[in-house]
């Protein structure tokens, strides 16, 4: 009987673990890339919020399958990553709210420098309810939150650069080589 017993939750246990791979569940974070970008370097200022978001950006990407590469043929280039907390509403009874933002903006390079596309720019924010009299608490929930956000926006980056393929980066390439040629051109006497 109790043989029987184990078998049958051993069974559902499968039974379940095939249902949610069949529906496309997968653990937060754990991305396939499947666009044409599958080597890709990654750029910033040194230093601050901008070499963290590099470091676990990079990670994502190899754990997706992308290859982070100085010598790869085309670079993120991180322009701006920045993270705010400011306090919303005032204290009423030790609680107050807290808006916790978390934005990045990165524009997609050849190597040689050449901007593709405009500069994109993702933002989130959360909303806390924190008690003054916890700080320690206060503190850790918000950097729980920050990582949460950072983690949103790593999984938002790589969704983008998944779906470029590699015809229409080409394409935007010639089309910016185009406008510069018509530059140089037009300043020609």
């Known amino acids: 009987m109790k043989h029987t017993h184990r078998s049958v939750a051993l069974s559902m246990l499968l039974l379940m673990t095939s249902l949610l791979t069949a529906c496309g569940f997968q653990l937060r974070g754990q991305m396939n890339a499947t666009g044409d970008l599958k ?3 990654i750029a910033g200022k040194n230093g601050g919020d901008e070499s963290v978001f590099s470091r676990y950006l990079s990670r994502a990407m190899e754990n997706s ?5 100085a010598d790869a043929p085309y670079n993120i280039h991180l322009l701006d990553v920045e993270q705010r ?3 919303e509403n005032v ?5 107050y709210e807290q808006k916790i933002n978390f934005s990045v903006t990165y524009q997609l390079e050849t190597m040689s420098g050449l901007p593709l596309f405009a500069p994109v720019k993702l933002n989130r924010e959360r909303y806390l309810t924190l008690n003054e009299n916890t700080t320690n608490a206060s503190d850790s929930e918000q950097a729980v939150v920050f990582n949460e956000l950072r983690q949103e926006l790593i999984a938002a980056t790589l969704m983008r650069i998944s779906s470029l393929n590699k015809a ?22």
């Not at 229409?168 to 006497?189: G, L, S």
């Open 65 to 69: 399958g992308i290859d982070v590469s």
């Open 39 to 41: 080597q890709i370097a």
């Open 91 to 95: 204290a009423i009874a030790d609680r």
């Open 168 to 189: 229409d980066v080409e394409a935007e390439v010639q089309r910016i080589r185009n406008i510069e040629k018509q530059k140089k051109e037009a300043v020609k006497p």
């Open 85 to 87: 907390s400011e306090q």
